[in-house]
């Protein structure tokens, strides 16, 4: 029991920066606990993806996918997973967070009988009977030792804090059969509505355009911004405000609700940084703010502060940028 | 139609926490506490299921101890109709917690299971999920809309997932957390505050319910983020241009 699995929500498509991320997080745990780490892929992307995942550092890949596998929800994911793992030993299994391992996993952990530690920052230490993790607490504003005490836990890693793999030797890949009857009898995916942009994912982004309440909306100050992120191939996102107020759709938002980025370069425009959203994108590796309120809390945590009026800065610092980049 | 909402007890949201001599805890001496924000989106949507139907019963539960009695009588002064706690004493993880739960629904037998996604606290948002995979039940998270059919059998529920709105249909029982949009959760009214001292209570032991069994998960320290020296405010537009081309930051 010194092993480690990773699982990876396969959709369709390439494995995603997260993806990477979990692997370089699950080789963490496997050297913590003195193992090897082997991946799990589920969902009808797994056998397109188990090539690439295979180049990473692993010892073996799985792919499981099937008609039920299809759609992602919480039961068949969990049920999946549960299935995979009887008569197999892993000392951790974890996953990047994300809005579906933060139903899936604590599901899981509870037909497992297992302890969770979620969204890890730091793997400290993995023994034989106890596992030790840092997390954030309190928004974001404290981090917390924690201790699990079993010979099987569940974790998963916060995406951003963890390192993507050099890539190595190919694993071997085997594809295992879904089981049937994974599915709820009482649960129906009905549809999922998602914004499409041809601009790059928040979540994989170098650089993030975010926007506050200050731009005072898509008819005012949101276009200028958007044409800064165009100008910088960068992803947009927002604050709560902006998507409460209906500016940008919720998948925009960053922060305790929302996602948690942490970029190369972060750029906010018009935010103020409220503990909320600050928890969302605090650790991003340079943080510039262009604010008018030289008293804005989004100081504090900016690495570049211009004191402006976004209505008059933002063209001009897209005009200053086009112009250097020729 | 019997709905049950799951809630905790949490510092006031913008308290300032600070962590205790010795790192090993946190000094909450002088810290106001309220129902979880979350959750106490979780009590608003109940009654506003309650209210559409004409009639319904919401239960309110928590796991705690003799404190929490204050949050149970702030959500039935919300106009929950009455209150079960579940005496844990000690310190208790989500396993334990979400298996008081599950006694607490096996005996209740509600319809609907509302939660909050998270605890402000610990952050966590492990208990609902653990809850409806010891019950069994179809699940959704992060839920924007809850609507209940009209023949009273299913919700369709729209959630806040990373790609954007999903939306599930879930047969009840089933269970359900509250995102920030769901709703905006009602102040207390004077003659609720009034009604809710009268509301009953159960207290119930832990032991009673269930073998909760060992606690495995513990927070066993805490520390500050490491302070980050300030950064520099620059005079112009052209001087942050010349900063982010010059450290290659674009």
């Known amino acids: ?53 295979a180049a990473l550092g692993a010892r073996q890949v799985f792919t499981m996918g099937g008609a039920e596998l299809e759609t992602y929800t919480a039961e068949v994911f969990a049920g999946a997973t549960a299935f995979f793992l009887e008569g197999r030993s892993y000392r951790c299994v974890g996953a990047a967070t994300n809005s579906a391992s933060r139903e899936y996993f604590p599901r899981l952990a509870a037909v497992l009988d297992a302890p969770m530690a979620s969204d890890v920052l730091e793997v400290e230490s993995v023994d034989p009977d106890r596992a030790v993790f840092t997390r954030a607490v309190f928004v974001g504003n404290l981090l917390a030792t924690v201790e699990l005490e079993a010979p099987r836990v569940l974790v998963t890693c916060r995406a951003s804090e963890f390192e993507p793999p050099p890539s190595s030797e190919a694993a071997p890949i085997e594809a295992v059969d879904a089981p049937g009857g994974l599915a709820h009898p009482g649960k129906a995916f009905v549809g999922i509505e998602a914004a499409t942009s041809d601009r790059p994912d928040l979540k994989e982004a170098d650089i993030i355009v975010s926007v506050g309440r200050g731009t005072r909306g898509p008819e005012e100050g949101i276009p200028l911004c958007e044409r800064l992120a165009d100008v910088l191939d960068a992803a947009l996102g927002a604050t709560r405000a902006v998507v409460d107020a209906g500016w940008m759709a919720n998948e925009f938002q960053i922060g305790q609700t929302g996602k948690i980025v942490a970029p190369e370069v972060y750029i906010a425009i018009g935010l103020s940084g409220s503990i909320q959203h600050l928890a969302g994108m605090r650790n991003s590796r340079t943080i510039v703010a262009i604010n008018k309120d030289p008293e804005a809390p989004i100081f504090e945590v900016a690495d570049f502060g211009l004191v402006a009026d976004l209505f008059d800065a933002v063209p001009e610092l897209t005009a200053a940028l086009e112009k250097r980049s020729g | 139609m019997k709905l049950l909402v799951t809630l905790k007890r949490t ?51 928590t796991v705690g101890g003799e404190e929490s009695q204050q949050q149970l009588v702030s959500a039935m002064a919300m106009g929950a109709d009455r209150a079960v706690r579940i ?48 019950l069994g039940w179809p699940q959704a998270n992060q839920a924007s809309s809850i609507e209940l059919s009209a023949d009273g059998a299913s919700v369709t529920v729209v959630c806040e997932v990373d790609a954007g709105l999903e939306t599930l249909r879930l047969d009840l029982p089933a269970l359900v957390t509250a995102d920030l949009r769901l709703n ?67």
């Open chain 1, 1 to 53: 029991m010194t092993d480690t699995l990773i699982v990876i929500q396969a959709a369709s498509g390439e494995l995603g920066k997260s993806d990477l991320s979990a692997v370089g997080f699950g080789l963490e745990l496997a050297s913590a606990a003195g193992g090897q780490l082997d991946l799990l892929l589920l969902g009808p992307g797994a056998e397109a993806q188990a090539g690439p995942a």
């Open chain 2, 87 to 134: 005496d844990g004493g000690g310190t208790l993880d989500s396993l334990q917690i979400a298996r008081a739960l599950a006694a607490v629904a096996a005996r209740e037998e509600p319809d609907l299971v509302l939660s909050g996604k998270l605890a402000v606290d610990d952050e966590c948002g492990q208990v609902p999920a653990m809850l409806a995979g010891l």
């Open chain 2, 11 to 61: 510092p006031q949201r913008d308290a300032r926490i600070r962590i205790a001599e010795g790192g090993d805890s946190l000094d909450l001496d002088n810290i106001q506490f309220e129902v979880n924000p979350f959750d106490e989106l979780a009590v608003e949507e109940a009654l506003r299921i309650r209210e559409t139907l004409g009639e319904a019963e919401v239960v309110v539960v």
């Open chain 2, 184 to 250: 905006e959760p009602r102040y207390a009214s004077l003659p609720g505050i009034m009604k809710a001292k009268k509301k009953p209570v159960e207290v119930l032991a832990i032991e009673e319910l269930c073998d909760p069994g060992a606690t495995r998960s513990r927070v066993t320290g805490f520390r500050a983020l490491q302070e980050k020296p300030p950064g520099a405010i620059l005079g112009s537009v052209d001087e942050l241009a010349e900063v982010l081309v010059e450290k290659k930051l674009i």
